[in-house]
């Protein structure tokens, strides 16, 4: 059992690029100190993703570069974590808060058993005796309005007709929407020791910035320093 597990759930656009940039580019430094942001290693090679929303997705059945199971990704982690004799398993993907995709689930109920099964999952796979869950929450009207530039952009990659109009989107995308209801299935389900929900809003993140906020909640800024060229290089920028 995996004496510490930090997930950082997302949200999406809620500078989780810059954070995720941030940790990879400080890998050594942190497992240096007991903390492993793992990579992913294929055939012994290590593929240097920056963040684990692969993982994250094959835990619902989404299945992406590198075309994992979740199983695979979980023994890759395990595997790291006794090779760096860290006791800290850290991961950081907003698509553990973002999916399933809502689109795929049918209806909300079926969306919101199609999360359970992910949590639990997670849980099985990656049992910890203490959890500490980093959630950035981005105000539903804000989200929403950057959620539909993200699916007019991407939409011919689904493979599939998402949006049809904006009342049309706000409707689908309710049950993201839920903060709520998806807040207290992880909470219930993994159980964690601490969990760190924080508005997305510049007056309430520590630094004024995510990555600085991030590491004074989980108390990794005693390893990290921030250095401004790094959590900047991999911002995302919203459409209007």
């Not at 963040?51 to 023994?75: K, T, W």
């Not at 109009?165 to 049950?175: F, H, I, K, T």
């Not at 909640?217 to 250095?227: F, P, S, V």
Request: charged share 25%; with cysteine.
């Amino acid at each position: 059992m995996i004496e510490k597990l930090i997930l950082h759930i997302g949200q999406s656009k809620t500078g989780t690029s810059s954070l995720q940039a941030l940790l990879s580019e400080e890998r050594e430094t942190l497992w240096e100190n007991g903390v492993l942001y793992p990579d992913v290693f294929f055939k012994g090679v290590a593929l240097e993703l920056v963040e684990h929303n692969a993982f994250a997705e094959s835990l619902s059945g989404i299945m992406r570069y590198p075309h994992l199971q979740p199983e695979c990704y979980a023994e890759n982690f395990l595997k790291q974590m006794n090779e760096y004799s860290c006791d800290t398993l850290l991961l950081s993907a907003e698509s553990f808060f973002g999916t399933p995709q809502i689109w795929a689930a049918g209806s909300p109920e079926e969306f919101f058993s199609l999360h359970r099964k992910k949590i639990e999952k997670l849980k099985a796979l990656l049992p910890a005796k203490h959890c500490h869950i980093v959630l950035y929450l981005r105000r539903q009207d804000l989200w929403l309005e950057s959620a539909i530039g993200h699916i007019i952009r991407y939409e011919g990659l689904l493979g599939q007709k998402v949006y049809e109009s904006d009342e049309q989107a706000a409707r689908l995308l309710a049950p993201h929407l839920d903060y709520l209801r998806l807040v207290h299935l992880w909470r219930e389900i993994m159980d964690p020791a601490e969990f760190s929900v924080v508005p997305y809003e510049r007056g309430v993140l520590r630094g004024e910035d995510t990555a600085q906020d991030f590491l004074a909640r989980t108390g990794l800024d005693a390893y990290l320093k921030i250095d401004e060229s790094i959590p900047r290089k991999l911002e995302n920028l919203s459409w209007s």
